[in-house]
């Protein structure tokens, strides 16, 4: 059993109860959508240091019920009602129950800063290795994290709390009491309307990548290298079961790595289960990112109207019918919001997990995700390429690729069930047996 704990510290975001200082330039609606979308950045990224401490968190929490709770936040945490006392006495107490748990690394967070991070939350745990008190100190004069190796009751009792002290205030008392203590760097929370651009600069949206692989040794390795090169985001290989080289490519190239059945769908579903990014991004094995593509999405998806979308494709080594391809798909995306997967689909991880994510279906996972996706709202188009392998269309002919991918795309709005368009998509044309010259008629 593991011997620390996160407790994250926050309201159940009820309009008028929640960040009312805020509500003078939010309103009481704006006031609480932003407490819940702090208390969802605080918990996504905790739960990415959760993966190798299974229990690491405690949701402590004031206001709505636990049932209320688990609704919003989901089942899998444990939760705790705060009590009563101000918020000296409220932690005081949280930090007390886990101590007589035998848990002895222990850290309190709120979910008001989201300048805090996991490396902030882990940098806190490794502090607690040689120190009684670490604090996350804020900017106004207060913290927004505090561990500790025992319960030290002095440090909050008769705190100035919500003022510009408290800071100070604590770090007195802990000398006082002679604890070792480590500071970790100020950061800013949001608590008043001059606070805000830290939550707009803070928010700009994590990114995950996911990529479905199956033997793709001869292409992974360009597409992670070029991803790492121009970003630090988070990378997740899914392995269908590669025979070659796959998995030990991804991992040299610093990508983390799943394990799922061969299906594309249920491959994509299963990295998405363990982003940690607010949005996802598909990308297939053999397709290069454009050098500035996260700036590009996340210009994309500052538009609360988008909820999702795709880049344009550009097919190398090119022939003039793989660009009459790429025209084809361009106009096809701008006119009827319809790209496919090697187009490198991204969408807001929230809305990917509500609606469901893909169907594990054999064919057309893409165009049925797209199709839901619409329906909801806009599918923005980037005329920035992703530079996808013509391999494809060598190892069939580009002629009869284009064919068989607009016979499978009439087939599917004919319901032909995907089992069969697949059976037809992937089917190997049979070598014809030579005849035996040495026999006779």
């Not at 600069?201 to 995950?208: F, M, T, V």
Request: glycine content about 8%.
């Amino acid at each position: 059993m593991s011997r620390q704990r996160l407790i994250i510290f926050t309201r159940y975001p009820e309009p008028g109860k929640v960040k009312t200082r805020l509500i003078p330039a939010l309103g009481k609606e704006g006031a609480a959508s932003l407490h819940q979308a702090m208390t969802e950045h605080t918990l996504r990224w905790a739960k990415s240091l959760s993966r190798k401490n299974p229990g690491l968190i405690e949701i402590w929490f004031e206001g709505g019920t636990r049932h209320m709770l688990e609704e919003w936040l989901g089942p899998e945490f444990n939760y705790f009602h705060q009590g009563d006392g101000d918020l000296g006495e409220r932690m005081a107490r949280a930090f007390q129950e886990n101590f007589q748990r035998k848990k002895r690394e222990v850290v309190l967070v709120g979910v008001d800063c989201p300048e805090l991070t996991a490396f902030h939350g882990q940098a806190a745990f490794d502090a607690l290795q040689s120190h009684e008190l670490v604090l996350g100190p804020t900017g106004d004069g207060g913290y927004c994290l505090i561990g500790l190796k025992r319960m030290v009751p002095e440090i909050f009792k008769s705190i100035a709390w919500g003022t510009d002290s408290v800071h100070h205030e604590t770090l007195e008392r802990a000398k006082n009491k002679g604890l070792s203590i480590k500071n970790l760097n100020i950061l800013h929370d949001v608590d008043v309307p001059q606070d805000l651009p830290f939550w707009e600069r803070a928010s700009n949206q994590s990114l995950s990548v996911i990529i479905p692989a199956l033997n793709e040794e001869n292409h992974i390795r360009q597409t992670l290298e070029h991803i790492g090169k121009i970003s630090h985001g988070e990378v997740i290989v899914v392995d269908g079961g590669s025979t070659d080289n796959t998995v030990q490519i991804a991992k040299e190239c610093g990508a983390r790595v799943l394990s799922s059945r061969p299906s594309r769908g249920g491959q994509m579903n299963a990295g998405a289960s363990e982003a940690v990014g607010d949005l996802l991004l598909f990308l297939h094995a053999d397709t290069v990112l454009p050098d500035n593509f996260s700036s590009l999405i996340r210009t994309q998806m500052t538009s609360p109207e988008v909820v999702g979308g795709s880049f344009a494709l550009k097919i190398q080594p090119s022939t003039p019918l793989l660009r009459y391809i790429e025209r084809n798909v361009t106009w096809r995306t701008r006119l009827f919001r319809l790209p496919y997967g090697d187009q490198a689909i991204f969408v807001r991880a929230s809305l990917f997990r509500l609606i469901g994510g893909y169907e594990d279906i054999p064919l057309m996972e893409d165009v049925e995700f797209i199709r839901r996706l619409r329906k909801i709202g806009k599918i923005a188009f980037i005329p920035v390429p992703v530079i996808t392998s013509s391999r494809r269309y060598a190892k069939t002919g580009a002629l009869r690729a284009i064919l068989k991918n607009k016979l499978v795309l009439f087939g599917y709005y004919l319901k032909v069930p995907p089992s069969r368009l697949a059976q037809f998509y992937y089917k190997k044309k049979k070598k014809k047996k030579k005849k035996d010259r040495s026999s006779t008629f």
